[in-house]
């Protein structure tokens, strides 16, 4: 029993690993590496000499524009709100024809309502109780 000790207590190994496996796995990842290598060149040169069935255009691409339905995204939302009031302004502030060919006109607000309010406003008739 004092000899098995003995043994146990040396602080390396006794006997050298087997050198057989260790190069039959070396070569085995070798061989496994250049058939690797093999395999992705050929289907590089397979795809590279197909040319692509279906080439779909990319949406974002500047060749197919195609303008969105209403609303669109506003390039510059501060001078389109200010050119919009601006002409709102306008059509309320001044005379014009609307329809010459039926004799529709805009006039200003201002005189609108002084024309309505000497005209008066339409009342509804009242149902007899």
């Known amino acids: 029993m004092e000899e098995h000790f003995a043994a146990q207590s040396v602080g390396h190994e006794t006997q ?17 590496a250049v058939a690797v290598g093999f395999l992705v060149y050929g289907i590089f040169k397979y795809l590279g000499g197909h040319a692509i069935a279906t080439i779909q255009s990319n949406p974002m691409s ?15 939302p501060a001078i389109e709100l200010q ?20 004799g ?5 607000i201002d005189r609108a309502m002084d024309l309505q309010l000497q005209r008066g406003f339409p009342t509804r008739n009242e149902a007899k109780k």
Not at 83 to 102: C, F, P, V
Not at 104 to 108: A, D, E, F, G, N
């Open 104 to 108: 529709v006109v805009h006039i200003p």
């Open 62 to 76: 500047a060749e197919d524009q195609q303008i969105p339905p209403a609303p669109r995204i506003e390039e510059h």
């Open 83 to 102: 050119q919009l009031h601006a002409d709102e302004d306008r059509m309320l502030s001044t005379y014009g024809w609307i329809d010459q060919k039926t």
């Open 16 to 32: 050298d690993a087997e050198i057989r496996p260790i190069v039959y796995t070396g070569i085995g990842l070798a061989i496994t």
